[in-house]
């Protein structure tokens, strides 16, 4: 026998207890590490985590995890067959379509102190997001009527008209997002860095420019979360990422918009990679109300000469794909409209007639977010050749979402991704009732009024070929008024450490991020 076991044995039990004790301890903060999940994604900051104001991506990854809708789309899906309950259990509407009624799931808690989850907290949310002076979204919820609880495990909503999308506007995306009431009024200003809902993850830490930190919601109606915490870190430097990632100090990275990187993070041992749909459609919105941009030559100059194929290269064709309409494919309604093709001549010589012999000099407000920069610059490059000088003002991103929809911008370059129904880009982006600057505003920073007619009806059109063809005819219309040019979709890449995995496959999310819940684990 050593010496080490004859000393074992000679062990008091207390000692022996002790021992086991200490060694428990030191072993628990690898249980706990693995418990947490470390995001990092490019950006400074974050705009806002208030639901009904998110609108920066980085700010959707966040609030993708942290609510509840009354439906669902399938986690890890963007199939819209594959809508599902979530706070309500069911729902029945009336043969007009017009009266919807959902019994609500009975035991949900809000997070944090804030009490049981009831109707009131619905009918609160949805006339929350339908009021211009609290979310950006409340164009989408015009045809709501009314919104009422008969009692605290039903709701009743009764539209003015017929939605053929209603469920769409239900789901926990934009909107749809429904948060506690208690909450809302108790945080006030603080609600929109600290928000409240019923997801699987809550919000307890926020650095600015650092991170924000998660906790698992462990009253979760689903079950407590198998992930007890994720730190969401914001990391603008892309080599400070990936180096990061590849060291193991970070399991989930929102990546570059290039494809050497995918490929290169696909290369590293146990990494997954992937890009999240639905894609963002990246879109030049000219403003019409703005000389020289109000004459129709000048805008058409612009659209030829943009070379779609030349960035779609640059971006990277696993990314990316060239745009054809105004809405994205794969979304209910998209029909791929004929674009102005690139022809620098062209460009130069409508210039001309227009009495720009010269060129002219277009200002835009423009992020530091790297991949929205870098291809800015590349267009501002494909402008250059045809006479067109784009002076660039450039701000953060929370900066950059205040000030072009202040009206601040005669070009704005943005990429967004909606539910994937074309009345979504429609209303927001070219219903004139959309317009920035005015009192109904969203996110029409073209001034765009010419397919208001088509986008209305369409809305509320209860036969569904008929409504695909008022999309259709006003997808043509805007694009003949050259409002905008669709430049090209792209999908948001990322990559993660083969320890985190996902209960299904992830085909897509409309968080623009992985969908982490309760089923979500983290393996050592």
């Given at each position: 026998?050593?010496?080490?076991?004859?000393?074992?044995?000679?062990?008091?039990?207390?000692?022996?207890?002790?021992?086991?004790?200490?060694?428990?301890?030191?072993?628990?903060?690898?249980?706990?590490?693995?418990?947490?999940?470390?995001?990092?994604?490019?950006?400074?900051?974050?705009?806002?985590?208030?639901?009904?104001?998110?609108?920066?991506?980085?700010?959707?990854?966040?609030?993708?995890?942290?609510?509840?809708?009354?439906?669902?789309?399938?986690?890890?899906?963007?199939?819209?067959?594959?809508?599902?309950?979530?706070?309500?259990?069911?729902?029945?509407?009336?043969?007009?379509?017009?009266?919807?009624?959902?019994?609500?799931?009975?035991?949900?808690?809000?997070?944090?102190?804030?009490?049981?989850?009831?109707?009131?907290?619905?009918?609160?949310?949805?006339?929350?997001?339908?009021?211009?002076?609290?979310?950006?979204?409340?164009?989408?919820?015009?045809?709501?009527?009314?919104?009422?609880?008969?009692?605290?495990?039903?709701?009743?909503?009764?539209?003015?008209?017929?939605?053929?999308?209603?469920?769409?506007?239900?789901?926990?995306?934009?909107?749809?997002?429904?948060?506690?009431?208690?909450a809302v009024e108790a945080l006030g200003p603080e609600f929109a860095r600290k928000p409240v809902g019923t997801g699987p993850f809550q919000?307890?830490?926020?650095?600015?420019?650092?991170?924000?930190?998660?906790?698992?919601?462990?009253?979760?109606?689903?079950?407590?979360?198998?992930?007890?915490?994720?730190?969401?870190?914001?990391?603008?430097?892309?080599?400070?990422?990936?180096?990061?990632?590849?060291?193991?100090?970070?399991?989930?990275?929102?990546?570059?918009?290039?494809?050497?990187?995918?490929?290169?993070?696909?290369?590293?041992?146990?990494?997954?990679?992937?890009?999240?749909?639905?894609?963002?459609?990246?879109?030049?919105?000219?403003?019409?109300?703005?000389?020289?941009?109000?004459?129709?030559?000048?805008?058409?100059?612009?659209?030829?000469?943009?070379?779609?194929?030349?960035?779609?290269?640059?971006?990277?064709?696993?990314?990316?794909?060239?745009?054809?309409?105004?809405?994205?494919?794969?979304?209910?309604?998209?029909?791929?409209?004929?674009?102005?093709?690139?022809?620098?001549?062209?460009?130069?010589?409508?210039?001309?007639?227009?009495?720009?012999?010269?060129?002219?000099?277009?200002?835009?407000?423009?992020?530091?977010?790297?991949?929205?920069?870098?291809?800015?610059?590349?267009?501002?490059?494909?402008?250059?050749?045809?006479?067109?000088?784009?002076?660039?003002?450039?701000?953060?991103?929370?900066?950059?979402?205040?000030?072009?929809?202040?009206?601040?911008?005669?070009?704005?370059?943005?990429?967004?991704?909606?539910?994937?129904?074309?009345?979504?880009?429609?209303?927001?982006?070219f219903d004139s009732a959309s317009i920035v600057g005015t009192p109904t505003a969203v996110t029409n920073f073209s001034h765009c009024n010419?397919?208001?007619?088509?986008?209305?009806?369409?809305?509320?059109?209860?036969?569904?070929?008929?409504?695909?063809?008022?999309?259709?005819?006003?997808?043509?219309?805007?694009?003949?008024?050259?409002?905008?040019?669709?430049?090209?979709?792209?999908?948001?890449?990322?990559?993660?450490?083969?320890?985190?995995?996902?209960?299904?496959?992830?085909?897509?999310?409309l968080g623009l991020s992985p969908p982490i819940d309760e089923t979500t684990r983290l393996d050592e």
């Open positions: 026998m050593n010496k080490g076991n004859a000393m074992a044995l000679k062990m008091k039990p207390a000692s022996a207890w002790v021992c086991a004790a200490i060694a428990a301890l030191l072993a628990m903060p690898s249980i706990l590490e693995a418990q947490t999940l470390k995001v990092a994604v490019p950006g400074n900051d974050m705009a806002s985590l208030d639901p009904d104001r998110a609108t920066a991506t980085l700010d959707v990854n966040v609030v993708n995890w942290l609510f509840n809708g009354l439906v669902r789309m399938r986690p890890g899906s963007l199939d819209l067959d594959a809508i599902e309950p979530d706070l309500a259990q069911s729902w029945t509407s009336s043969p007009d379509k017009k009266e919807w009624t959902f019994k609500l799931r009975d035991g949900v808690q809000c997070q944090g102190n804030f009490g049981h989850f009831s109707a009131a907290d619905v009918v609160f949310s949805l006339k929350r997001a339908a009021t211009k002076e609290t979310s950006s979204f409340f164009a989408d919820y015009a045809a709501f009527q009314a919104v009422e609880a008969p009692d605290p495990r039903t709701v009743k909503i009764t539209l003015r008209h017929a939605v053929p999308s209603l469920l769409g506007l239900l789901v926990p995306y934009h909107g749809g997002n429904i948060v506690c009431r208690k919000v307890v830490e926020y650095q600015p420019q650092q991170f924000v930190r998660l906790k698992a919601n462990e009253s979760y109606f689903r079950g407590a979360p198998q992930i007890k915490e994720i730190m969401f870190r914001y990391m603008s430097s892309d080599s400070s990422r990936d180096l990061a990632f590849q060291t193991g100090e970070i399991d989930l990275i929102n990546g570059r918009f290039e494809d050497n990187w995918l490929k290169r993070m696909a290369r590293m041992p146990g990494a997954e990679v992937d890009v999240i749909g639905p894609a963002e459609l990246h879109t030049l919105h000219l403003n019409l109300s703005q000389k020289p941009l109000d004459d129709i030559r000048v805008r058409q100059a612009i659209a030829h000469a943009i070379d779609r194929d030349a960035l779609v290269q640059f971006r990277g064709t696993s990314l990316s794909k060239a745009a054809d309409s105004v809405v994205p494919r794969g979304f209910l309604g998209h029909v791929e409209v004929p674009l102005l093709s690139h022809d620098v001549a062209e460009a130069k010589r409508l210039l001309a007639e227009a009495g720009y012999p010269n060129g002219v000099t277009i200002k835009a407000i423009q992020t530091t977010l790297p991949a929205m920069l870098s291809t800015i610059e590349v267009v501002q490059a494909q402008l250059r050749a045809a006479g067109i000088t784009l002076d660039l003002s450039l701000v953060d991103h929370p900066t950059y979402h205040a000030q072009i929809r202040q009206d601040l911008s005669q070009l704005v370059y943005y990429g967004a991704a909606r539910f994937p129904v074309a009345d979504t880009f429609l209303t927001q982006f010419v397919a208001d007619a088509e986008i209305a009806a369409a809305r509320s059109e209860p036969d569904a070929a008929k409504q695909k063809a008022l999309w259709a005819a006003a997808q043509k219309k805007i694009v003949e008024a050259v409002c905008a040019i669709p430049l090209y979709e792209m999908g948001q890449p990322w990559a993660w450490s083969g320890k985190l995995r996902f209960a299904g496959k992830v085909e897509g999310s």
